[in-house]
């Protein structure tokens, strides 16, 4: 008896599936030229998935059009200068867009905490988030906004980028025209990775709120 297939889709599939579509059909036009600039895409935080970029340039690797080597050199080199394009983004437009702006104001104290948080931490940062989905287009915003310097912040990224991109370009060439597939395996790792944001904020409000509360006790006091 044969197996039947549940075809599934969340509702980002719906919006995701049209940017996937032009994305391949864009590769299989200019090839090399077209992974380098849909991944620049991806890492200036605009929302084209690279794990269908890059598993699809697998696919083409498999098929003899492209090379693994090539596929990751256009893949990292499109990551590294978009990243430069998001760091600016935040580096340039810090007072602007966050401590003038009314809509998405920032507070300087949160603003500072930040600065602080990225002086300590903000190397592994921006080198391990880059090896994981949805955190990775949007890191180098705020590595910007903390005014990382920017040559740490491109070698950090580059050697971040390098195991991704690796990886998903090696899966793609290995599995061929199961790319698509393999593509709705990796959305379980969004999900993780969406669920440890979620988790991750309810704790910092939690801890903001304890320690509100312990420093308003002596006052009132």
């Known amino acids: 008896m044969p197996s039947i297939h549940l075809p599934h889709a969340s509702v980002t599939d719906f919006i995701v599936d ?3 579509d032009v994305a391949t059909e864009f ?13 620049l895409l991806e890492s200036a935080c605009i929302p084209v998935p690279s794990e269908a970029i890059m598993l699809f340039a697998g696919f083409n690797v498999s098929e003899g059009d492209m090379t693994l080597f090539g596929i990751v050199g256009a893949g990292v080199l499109g990551n590294v200068v ?35 948080w990225f002086e300590r931490h903000g190397d592994a940062t921006v080198f391990f988030t880059r090896m994981l989905p949805i955190i990775r287009t949007f890191i180098s915003l705020p590595a910007g906004v903390a005014k990382m310097p920017f040559w740490r912040f491109t070698a950090l ?11 998903l370009g090696f899966i793609g060439k290995q599995v061929g025209d199961r790319w698509e597939e393999w593509r709705d395996y990796l959305h379980y790792g969004d999900y993780v990775v969406l669920a440890a944001i979620v988790v991750g904020a309810v704790y910092l409000i939690y801890k903001r709120k304890r320690t509100g509360a312990s420093t308003a006790a002596p006052d009132e006091a």
């Open 18 to 20: 049209p940017i996937v």
């Open 27 to 39: 590769i299989d036009r200019v090839g090399l030229v077209g992974v380098f600039f849909l991944m």
């Open 82 to 116: 978009g990243s430069w394009v998001a760091w600016a983004a935040g580096y340039y437009g810090r007072l602007e867009l966050l401590e003038k702006n009314r809509l998405i104001h920032l507070n300087p104290k949160h603003l500072a905490w930040a600065d602080r």
């Open 157 to 167: 990224t580059l050697l971040g980028c390098i195991p991704w991109v690796l990886m």
